[in-house]
């Protein structure tokens, strides 16, 4: 049974930072690629940043560069997401998502799985 459950969510003022965790089981870890997705409230779920399975390669969106950073644990079956210097612009619900992509070719058809969701809201 495959589960991805995210943590870490809340409210922080602006400038500040959080640290948000998504826990895998069920099924191959690192022969995922993992990605972080956000959805603010009356717009579309829009990816923020994804790792490659053996954790070598990265992507962000142009708004959180040098902000936001990604890693994986996979060892604990684990991906992170580091939110610092907060903006309320980044307030929304975040998404881990699982995409199965070994050897960096991705085939969703095997592979796409979703967590459900965890609060961000950067407000003073």
């Known amino acids: 049974q495959v589960q991805l459950v995210e943590s870490g969510g809340g409210l922080v003022q602006p400038g500040g930072s959080l640290r948000l965790s998504c826990a895998a089981s069920g099924f191959t870890f690192e022969s995922y690629a993992m990605n972080w997705y956000r959805q603010a409230p009356g717009k579309e779920r829009d990816l923020v940043a994804r790792i490659a399975g053996a954790g070598d390669r990265t992507h962000y969106v142009d708004s959180v560069k040098g902000r936001f950073a990604i890693s994986r644990d996979n060892a604990k079956s684990t991906v992170f997401l580091q939110m610092n210097s907060l903006k309320p612009d980044d307030t929304a619900v975040y998404y881990c998502?699982?995409?199965?992509?070994?050897?960096?070719?991705?085939?969703?058809?095997?592979?796409?799985?979703w967590g459900q969701g965890t609060q961000v809201t950067v407000s003073s």
């Open positions: 998502n699982a995409v199965y992509c070994p050897n960096y070719v991705c085939n969703p058809n095997r592979g796409d799985y």
